[in-house]
Each structure stands twice: as C-alpha cells, then as structure tokens.
C-alpha cells in the first residue's frame, strides 16, 4: 500500500513555471509507475504524464509536450511534475497516481492509488 501527497500547486501567471511533487509513503516506492492527471472543473480527468517504475520510460499527453517534465527520485520518495511556460488552459487539479510494476498507462482505470489533489491556476 502507497499513500501519495501532493504539493507545489499555486497562482502562476502565463508563461511561468511551477514545480509539483508527490511524496510517497511506504518502501516500495521504486515498484511502482507514477502518473499525474489533472481536472478542469466541469471536465473529465484527464491524463498528463506517466513515469514507468525503472524511470527509463515516460509518456505525455500531446498538449504538454515540451512543456511539462515527469521525473522521479526513488531515494526521496518523490515524482515531480516540472512545468514551464504554462498557458491558462493547464488551469486544473493535479492528480498524482501509482500502480504497482506499471507502465506508462494513460487511462485513469490503471492506477490504484490515487493522492487528493493540488491545485493550479495559471492567469492570462
């Protein structure tokens, strides 16, 4: 069992960047794939970047891409979501997310551990 925390979440301004991490309870933490979704009100989660449990593989929505940044320190217990020149439409709650000997999966129904949440506002 993982328990996942989030944070870095704040009012940005367009082209700003922002930092995000989550902090992982528990040992295993280096089984585990690691996701970060996020959610506009009135819209679906959706998914936004994906680090596979070695750290070799990542994915990305085609929205972030060259963008935002996964990553992930195993001795820290800790994926970040590194984002720059944020646009007002990355406006949303950011979700970190674990499944245990994953993969870089984009759909929300693969992730077993969910954490509750930090918030980004990006102004134009």
């Known amino acids: 069992q993982v328990q996942l925390v989030e944070s870095g979440g704040g009012l940005v301004q367009a082209g700003d960047s922002l930092r995000l991490s989550c902090a992982a309870s528990?040992?295993?933490?280096?089984?585990?794939?690691m996701a970060w979704f996020r959610q506009a009100p009135g819209k679906e989660r959706e998914f936004v970047a994906a680090?596979?449990?070695?750290?070799?593989?990542?994915d990305y929505t085609e929205s972030v891409q060259g963008r935002f940044t996964i990553s992930r320190d195993n001795a820290k217990n800790t994926v970040y979501l590194h984002m720059n020149s944020l646009k007002p439409e990355d406006t949303a709650d950011y979700y970190c997310?674990?499944?245990?000997?994953?993969?870089?999966?984009?759909?929300?129904?693969?992730?077993?551990?969910w954490g509750q949440g930090t918030q980004v506002t990006v102004s134009s």
């Open positions: 997310a674990a499944q245990l000997w994953g993969t870089t999966e984009k759909g929300p129904g693969f992730y077993s551990h």
């Open positions: 528990g040992r295993t933490f280096g089984s585990y794939a």
């Open positions: 680090i596979d449990w070695s750290g070799l593989n990542t």
